[in-house]
Nanobody, 126 residues
Framework: QLQLVESGGGLVQPGGSLRLSCAAS????????IGWFRQAPGKEREGVSC????????YGPDSVKDRFTISRNNAMNTVYLQMNSLKPEDTADYYC???????????????????WGQGTQVIVSS
């Protein structure tokens, strides 16, 4: 069974940091592009960041580009999202997703992603 499991969410004060992890089980991430998406209460899901199989990165909202960093460790079969200087508007459920895409860059089109995790909640509040 192909699964992605997110972890690392929680409650953090504004200005704080969290590192989300996305671990694959039942398959290896080698060959897959991985995306992080988030859905805030009452809002549509949006793409946050993605990383291609070869390590190229893309970021979605301008508001995260200087604060979030995506990385991958294929040996650990895990992708990370380092989130710094968190703001209340970053509060959301965060999901990782995978798509088989061994050669091309990644895209933040959620319709292309075939394997999804269950999500991890991030709450930024004082």
């Amino acid at each position: 069974q192909l699964q992605l499991v997110e972890s690392g969410g929680g409650l953090v004060q504004p200005g704080g940091s969290l590192r989300l992890s996305c671990a694959a089980s039942g398959f290896t991430l080698d060959g897959y592009a991985i995306g992080w998406f988030r859905q805030a209460p009452g809002k549509e899901r949006e793409g946050v960041s993605c990383i291609s199989n070869r390590g190229s990165k893309s970021y979605g909202p301008d508001s995260v580009k200087d604060r979030f960093t995506i990385s991958r460790n294929n040996a650990m079969n895990t992708v990370y999202l380092q989130m710094n200087s968190l703001k209340p508007e970053d509060t959301a459920d965060y999901y990782c997703a995978a798509v088989w895409r061994p050669h091309a860059g990644c895209v933040l089109n959620e319709g292309q992603y075939a394997i999804w995790g269950q999500g991890t909640q991030v709450i930024v509040s004082s």
